[in-house]
Structure formats: C-alpha cells, structure tokens
C-alpha cells in the first residue's frame, strides 16, 4: 500500500481480480487499467450523445452522459484525494456509472421497464454492469471489458435482491445487506452533488428556471446572497455560474469533512471493516437537508415543467413503440441482435433500445413508423 493512502483503502494490488484472467498491466494499476477501458469503450462514446433532462436536439450547451460522467468523476476524485482513497478506482466507477443508460434520460428508462416488466424488467445499474461484462466486443479473449471486481461492483450502485442472486460476486452485498468500499461511496454522492446542481445551471439556461424561483431554495438563495455582496454588480450567466460553482464546493467540502468524522468515530482498519459499518460517505444533516430541499424543488419545477413534459411524453412514445415493433418482429433488428434474440428476445431489444442514442433511437423510430411518399 502506497505510504500516502490509509488502510482501508481499496488497493488495486490486493483486488478479487478479473472474471477472465489476464497478465498483470505494465506502466499502470489494475484500476487504471480498468478507466482506460472504459474510456475506449464504444458505450462511453455514445455517452455524447444521451441526455439528462433536455434531449440532445434542444441545445448545444446542456448537460449530456459523457459531461456529467466527467464531471463527477473530477468531484469523485476530489474528495477520494482528501480521505486518502484510491483515486484512479473512484474515476473508474464515476466514469462508467450510466454506461447502460438509455436515451432520453430517465423517461426513456421508465418507459423500457415499463415494456420489461413482464420480462424481468429493465435496471440501468444493471445495465451498466452487463454492458462492461458482456456487450461490450473489444477483446479477442472475452466478452465485455473484463475489469475488476471493485469497479464492477461499485458501478452496481442500485440492485433489486431477486436479480443480485444471479449475479455472483458482485450480488453478494446486496443480499449480505453490506456496503461497498469508500471509492463507491463517494462515486454515489459525487454523482448527486453533480446532477443536481448541473440541473440547476441547465434550468437556468433553457428559460425554465429564473433566479426568483431559485431563491425559494435555502442553499441556492444562501450562496447567490454571498456572490451579489462581493460582486454587487454582477449578473446574468457570471452570477449564475458564481453561485453553483460555490454550492458544488459548500457541498464538496461538507462530504469531505463530515465523511472523515464518520471515519475517525468508526474506525475502520480493512475494507472489510467498511463494507460491515454503515455508510461513512455522507453530508451533515444540514447539507442532507438542503439537498432534500433543491432536489424537491428540480422535481416539482423542472422535471415536471410543460415543455420537459411534453418532450418526455415523445420519448415514452418512442421506446415504447420501437419495443412493440421489435417485439413483433425480431427480424427488424440488426443482425448481432437478432442472434442474441434466438436466445431471450425481449432483454435482446432492451439491450439495442438502451445502447442508442438519443438522435440514433429518433431516427430509428422514424425509419420504422414514416412512410415516405416522395
């Protein structure tokens, strides 16, 4: 264990290794050779292209996967370096976190386990887990990317029990009712400091929020007060990006110094240690409240505004429909998803529907539904 890390925390030298054996990485850790996989991968690619709230043809500048998977790996890392936690498992998990998202943010996975339910349903932590175990075609040697337990565990943020029990390794937290290590940890709250404050800012610059709702909101109106009294003149995007940017880092600092108290009072000496005590990476309860507080107010204001709701409403229609044609006719597939479809069509759909883009999974819809009469 390297001098400067503490010793609990994950140690790429010590991991339950691969599914498929391989030699050791030259030059690198085994977690980092597990990120730059990742970052290969065709499934983070597409990441461009897959939205969070506003969808990919309704503006240049929102929020995609492939940003807010950056951006929360920068935040993950952050607070990984502070606690003395491995910083290259963190990056891994936060950067391949929505790898099995599908498009049309969380509508479009509502709408797939909606069309799945009879078939098992659709979890897009599980999905993520299968596209780095399976879907993934990369290597000669294996299916899938082939990274670490760790990794693959941490990216299994959310897991229902009856579908840990076929998973192995990975499923044995989740019916022990145990944690996963710290670097998990703080992949989970990295990637709630990010959505939502990048939310925010996206809500701001699509018309759909203004400053004036904003300031109903404790830690909004809080940090926007702090920004105006040292800047008095400031405004438009300068004071919007102010006052997130101070919000992210109230909240940065919060995780860190409150996650190292909950460290020193448990005390844990192994990763054993931490996967049997309760979750150590945590806000305090005032910032836990805050955070209750904006998320409240994003549902209720954004997520459930008119026009986000009429664009979700087309996105329902179009993963719905393109998983009844495909139900209907499996030979409309493309031809590797019609061999995966010999053995269990409906998770074969799921697959090709999760993996598209947002634009990809539009124009699908409108090959198979338009008639062209030109």
Not at 75 to 88: F, K, T
Not at 335 to 344: N, V
């Amino acid at each position: 264990m390297a001098a400067d890390k503490v010793p609990y925390a994950a140690n790429p030298t010590n991991s339950r290794g691969r599914r498929f054996r391989e030699p050791a990485p030259r030059g690198r850790s085994e977690y980092q050779r597990d990120r730059d996989r990742i970052i290969h991968s065709t499934a983070f690619r597409r990441l461009e292209y897959k939205t969070q709230v506003f969808v990919n043809h309704e503006g240049d500048l929102f929020r995609t996967r492939l940003t807010h998977s950056l951006e929360v790996a920068q935040i993950g890392r952050s607070v990984a370096r502070h606690l003395r936690l491995d910083e290259d498992l963190t990056e891994a998990i936060t950067l391949a976190h929505d790898l099995g998202h599908t498009p049309f943010g969380h509508t479009g996975q509502d709408a797939l386990n909606a069309s799945m339910k009879p078939y098992g349903g659709f979890e897009h932590n599980l999905q993520s887990l299968r596209v780095v175990d399976v879907l993934e075609q990369r290597y000669g040697a294996f299916d899938g990317l082939n990274l670490t337990f760790e990794t693959r565990e941490g990216i299994l943020k959310h897991c229902a029990l009856k579908n840990a029990r076929t998973l192995g390794d990975v499923g044995e937290r989740f019916i022990k009712r145990q944690r996963p290590g710290l670097e998990a940890q703080i992949a989970n709250l990295a990637d709630e400091i990010a959505y939502n404050n990048h939310d925010v800012d996206d809500g701001l610059r699509s018309g759909l929020l203004d400053m004036e709702q904003l300031s109903t909101v404790a830690i909004f109106r809080r940090h926007m007060r702090m920004v105006l009294r040292e800047f008095p003149r400031i405004e438009g995007r300068r004071l919007v990006h102010e006052t997130v940017r101070r919000m992210i880092d109230t909240l940065v600092t919060d995780l860190i110094r409150h996650s190292a108290a909950n460290i020193r009072t448990l005390g844990p000496e192994t990763v054993d240690d931490i996967r049997r005590a309760p979750p150590m990476i945590r806000f305090s309860e005032r910032i836990q409240r805050e955070q209750a507080e904006l998320k409240r107010f994003l549902h209720t204001n954004l997520y459930r505004h008119y026009r986000v709701s009429r664009m979700s409403s087309k996105a329902r229609r179009v993963i719905t429909d393109l998983f009844q044609a495909f139900m209907a006719e499996p030979g409309l597939l493309p031809p590797e998803f019609q061999s995966r479809a010999q053995e269990d069509t409906p998770r074969a759909i799921a697959d090709y529907i999760a993996g598209m883009t947002d634009r990809y999974a539009i124009v699908e819809h409108r090959r198979l539904f338009a008639i062209d009469v030109s």
